[in-house]
């Protein structure tokens, strides 16, 4: 430790640095970073923005930036991208943001992406179901795994999921996000031998709406699935992360 | 009226037969038996035993036979069906008593069934929608419905269903019955261009379970449909058998 | 198949009217097209705008246009039906577009529409249940039925409904929208004898309010009806079609 | 309070009449009687069995005849009403009681009940209501109202409650208990100038079913109604009464 | 009739008058007004403004003046207000307006306010309560009602509904007001003699935030209690209203 | 830990005190008991009964004893009881055991059951709720604190709460269980100045019933109180103790 | 009473004052407050702005101002806020303002904060627990306990709140306010031995959001908490605060 | 085809056999057995008793037997289990019965069971989690795991599960079972870098019981979970049988 508290008076390495390597977690006005979290959970932890003032979330962007060269910010709204853009312009102009839908991926230029050996599939049953899958979607692509994205396919028309049945038994893990009465994941969980993480949408109106009904189908669904909650792409998407992960070590 | 009565007095009509010819209804202990329902309303009322006492329900269908002709009872328990063995034998000898599950129907030697130019298709997802299905049933046929019953096709093995579908495609109108997370009737719903009520059925467990998941399900489908509540085999027999006699009738 | 690409290539058919002929749907940026629904399910899919973008309304309507020379926009806002018209209008400039509430009904200039020998009676019980009202009346035009629409017979003033009793015994089938407690399509299905399909509308407040005291009335009825989901217009619009088009066709 | 404690003192009264006569209530083993409430409410307490050993029904039961010649108990079953028989055939071998369903009525000798210049009017919609409507008319007897009892008249035939507008009419104040989807208070209340109590009956099966629907469905009613709890067919007496005590007294 | 629709005719009287007095109700493009429900129900029709058009009420609003002359709207917002100013201004430029909160009472230059002898007491338990209790007011008012209003008596200062015991032993009815848990209304009918009608009211938040849990409260009163449902503050005042009516009428 | 293990070796310690003494808990086939609770929370673990086997509750209040000389058993039904008595009294013969409603304390000869310098109130609304409160009493006795228990004083009879004020305004800290509304906590929380838990009671019918109504009341109360789940008599027991304890504590 | 009434009649003492000291409370055009609560209840009432307009906020506080000399509003919006300052800058200017969040707390000059012997921790979960963790505070500082505050450590990397677990365990008393699945108070309630009340946060999404979970959670918790309703920050700071000042008072 | 009916015709494989051989399912009283589930799903279906009738159960285990070698039955109570025993003991005299707690495995004498590289970590929070653990235990070594089972490690003391943190990393994915308000599997998913499932289970009671509370709780957990239903202890293990499956079958 008295090497590192020296590296930190020496400025070789900020206090959140130090505290990272120390603590495994940061800690700032916005709150507490859990810098240590991909090495004990397998998963980075993500910013979850909505409920936080821009300030801090950009506040913990730069944090974890600064301390894991990376920082994946979910649920972000147009005020929040702005704080963020701004404030890692300002303190890491190097670093790189990409935004998929309402979520940000900013990096450092050193940082490398893993690779797993491992296809996870993100099926949507419908237009709507989009935002979702895109959750899940970059959640995925930052842990490594190869994504196969088929949208699109809900069971009002049978033959639009039947078509890709080939597709959708090729991927080692399966996402399936739908809303309304959320029959497609069970559809699919029948047709093929891997696991598949049913994600219920909130769409719909009047009774079980909001992705009520879909939740409490796919809990009861008479198929083998496992569900996450209502809109939780994220959830979803480190779920199948964390299979894939176990997966492609298995095979070294 | 005068004519009416003056048989009454004659003995050549009972009390409950005048009145039931004078006010559509007939008044007694357990309650008021609605002898014009099949005349306005197109189904003869059901007696619905669960809550009431077996001496009422087997009062109401003397009075239904009585008047009618004909009863039809509905859940009805062991005591309620022996009380109505005991007291049809006494009050009505000739009658015939035909029990399906918890449903009988009772009716005297010069009762016409009708007969109808219409099929109605019945179909299970598994084998404890059974009981459902076949309260559905007995009141289709208590209409002169064709029936063309379908068993165990639940979407965890798609092929049982699709396995299925010019049958499916025949029937003038379906019924279908699911419980758990209900998906079988908006999968058949997908595949045919005919009336579709879906019946959810209080299986399952947990979260959604005694058929709420099924009753949501049902009501956000992304097909149409048409839904009656829980366990309601009674109302979806009943409405199928009025689709069935408009579809006759227009055909004559 | 050879023929049919080959009249693509020669540019006499679009790709879109291809992979419709060919799959039966249609796959495009904002999702598929299931361009034999109607063949396959008696009813045309419609486009239900909310929880879409404007574009992707737009290009679904679009391709339905193109490849079934109508498109039926329900639950669109102004920002919907503006990028309607504007996309519409330039790529479709010959098709019509009829405006009902928030649906929107457009069709090339040789579509037909179809008839059907069957009506299909529409009753409200107050001045709010109009617009799930009108939802389900595009439909039953759409499809060819005649309509009799009747409003604001709610039962707090009973003589309201009891002066339309003929009326209401001449449809065919009938739909009947009703909020608050949703008592009405009771009544009405007490004095008929025909199918009624009940629609329970998102009005009233407190314990109940948002549609859901009228639907468990429903779906508690003592008479025979059949639900569709709160201010589900559309499915209730369809429902009744689909029996009239049953009703129509037996009668060939 | 001296002349009182020397009445005690000299064995001429209870020290449970005593603490009633001094602090309104009286303080046992099985809980405290309230036995001034009459005077202080307008109607005596009730004592409800559910949830009570027979031993504390008991007791509390004699109490109240000790100190207000009378007890109410709703809501007994049979081991209560046997502890009740044995405890005050042997304390109070004087005292009458009456049972009507699940309510006994227990008076001394020297009981006078109360009359009311009023009626009230108990109207059911099936079978099934006749215990809850059973219970509210005691607690209108014991309170002097007449009553004027109108049973099976529900909404499936609109032609039974028609029949007895005029009876309805006529009553003071009417209370109606209707399960299922409840539609019968609202029908009635659109048709008489007086006021209506509504008392859901925990009727029904499904969604909705245990008198929720018919709750919801009373507290949505476009009508004028008032409610109280599901069975709390007590309650409902109890304010019918009052209702009824009010005009009487008004008449004076 | 034949002299009816000859004043008609001479313009004597309007065709929407004319209707009233034939049907009971005028028919117009808005709904159906019922001009006949002071006479039947003895409490006449209000106009609930929440999800209907100012132009849709403004025009209800203009058939209630002409054929009853008095006109009273709910739940009426800015735009419904502005409406009915400037449709009764033009249309009826003697009437009078009078707004109470989201309330507003019109009647014509010869309207007679009746007059009862009884008085409803309306009580609130805190500040947030009072726009239900004016809407509660204006109906008893408008019958006629004597009123005696006692705001900000909640029982988290018991002292404060004490001090007032006598006030509220003197109303003949009574109206109490409460959200949060609803203790109030329980409270006071626990002092009174009277009937009192509970009006749980949509504050607080959280878990049974939004009056559910004071209605639930209210059901479940240890006391004797009639409810309305939250914040239906015009159904309380229309019940307590025909109460008055009762008493009055009794005293004759 | 080498004398421990030698102390065990030589018979003078068991395995599983010395588990006890080294993990803090002790691993049988029945579960761990949590040897360290009392220490490291204040409370000693109490052995929850329902859903555990006789067998299972046997023996997990056998290593309590056997490890921290008591144990306390709640919702222990007959058949509990009987393997308690049974297994105890074979295994640890010198035990006492003390049995309250469906509580069970045993302890062993030399327990010294501690004492605390602090009052609990303990209040019930009704009859009904003596059982939790007992479950309540059981615990707070337990952990050394002097109990006032003051039953029956629910707000129906306002004198009955307000002629123990003064007993109420002496407790140190206050436990109120109440069922059906739920009023009673919120009222004597408005009149004294110390802790108030409220303890809703799985009492009342219909809606709200079981307990929820009163839930959702004392959360929504407008005065200052905690609460614990429906009927969790222990719950509130043991936090009044924590309560009591901090008191006696802070005044050492 | 005489003396005190000279002094009104004299102008040293304001009309409101007199109604304070002779009532306890002060009665305005905005409700009457409550100025005897702190000596009765031990914590001064506090003023909700939520559902009050900003007029009716600032007359209250002024009344609390002039009657009790300190003023704490909590749920204020910047329309609150902006009538407090401008109405107490005008008729109090000598009071200062705090604002904390969406509290505010004001005081006059001769204000003196009271001061108790004991710590209230307070922790949260996360940073969107942080507003409700400061409504508790502002109330616990606002008595006069001392506060150690402990921010963001939730449970999903444990060692932030092990790391702190000497910091809890010397708190008198701990509130933890915790949303989503609120697990934190159950994690900190089985590391120490004081009293913990749980707060559930409205944060979350999908099923069991908005707190419902986490209040669900908490009341089901198997460790020892009490619970306030959901984002109720006010209640936990008050119910502590009476903990904190038994404590206090015990160790006079 | 052909060959298979000659075998048949021969009397060398079953009906049964051949219709599983040709469908991939057979169908009998008790409906359709899915034979080719394990062969298209990676898991055989097993037969959920609950809801059927003894002799149903037993049927169908048959026919699992014939055609599959082994059936799965979950769910049986004793009389499913009587008529498993006596109906495979007359039929399949070779087959071996396995049963644990409510799940029965029966094979015959040539069934070889699959083996799987990788470990399946079942845990449960309580004692009364057990038979829910049982039941996903009994799927995963059928399925050919190797199970890691660690009982009784809940929250309330953390040492108890931090002493088994070593093992629970160890293992490749991870089953956490509890009831109450379900924090173990959050704070499990906190420690380890593997795919955890989390199963609420129905214990606790009052508000958020039968496993509601634990359901909510792990749907919204901060980590990442993803879950089945309440008691779905069969699904937990059969996804995490799946994903087994996906490890052991990428390391080949």
Redesign the interface.
Known sequence: MRDLLETVAAGELSPAEAEAEL???V?GD???F?A??E?????P?AIFA???TPA?VAE?AGTAVETTDRALVTRADDDHVAALESHLGEEYPDATLERRGSSVLAYGPDYERPTL??TVGIVT????DGPVADEAQIVCEDAGATIDRI??????????VL?QADRLREA??LIVAAG????LP??I???????V?GV?V????????D??????????????????????GF??G??AA??A????H??E
Chains 1, 2, 3, 4, 5, 6, 7, 8 share one sequence.
């Open positions: 603590a495994g977690y800690t916005a709150g507490r859990d240590a979290r090495q004990r959970r397998g998963i932890e909505a409920g936080k801090q913990l050996e491992a049953a419908g237009t709507v949208d699109d396919v809900g069971v009002a028309a049978l033959d639009r078509d080692d893990v309304r009465e959320g029959a069970t559809v969980a029948g047709l093929v031998d891997t696991p993480i219920p909130a769409s719909g109106y009047g009774h079980g709406g992705g009520e009904a879909a939740l409490s189908g796919l809990l009861q669904s008479c198929t083998v699935l496992s569900v996450v909650n209502i809109d939780a959830v979803a480190a779920q964390l299979i992960r176990a997966i492609d298995s095979g």
